[in-house]
Nanobody, 124 residues
């Protein structure tokens, strides 16, 4: 199973980008989805998570108020709207699906399938 992330690019500080992640298979619309990121030389870290219905979300403190996660189950897609981007947001962004709900929602090990990543570069 391969999730397909897209939408990354180069943007100036203060700008916006919207990432998309195509989730294959109709069955995935009942599972939580998450976004993580990994900056060069750093560990992968949690960014945001959304439950299956889209009415419950969670954000890392570093992005709260600037990023919004949303999902469109009819089109099997999860989005990450990123506003007021900062140079420290520069990273490869990954989407992932949690098939066995109950683990730490912010832990990498909780997620079962991952996208290939999309690079976001924020210039100062």
């Amino acid at each position: 199973v391969q999730l397909q992330a897209s939408g990354g690019g180069l943007v100036q500080s203060g700008g916006s980008l919207r990432l998309s992640c195509a989730v294959p298979g109709r069955a995935f619309d009942v599972y939580p989805l998450g976004w993580f990121r990994q900056a060069s030389g750093k560990e992968r870290e949690f960014v945001a998570r959304i439950n299956w219905s889209g009415d419950s979300t969670d954000y890392a403190d570093s992005v709260k108020g600037r990023f919004t996660i949303a999902r469109d189950n009819a089109n099997n897609t999860v989005y990450l709207q990123m506003n007021n981007l900062k140079p420290e947001d520069t990273a490869v962004y990954y989407c992932a699906v949690d098939l066995v709900v109950g683990g730490n929602p912010r832990s990498i090990s909780t997620y079962d399938y991952w996208g290939q990543g999309t690079l976001v570069t924020v210039s100062s």
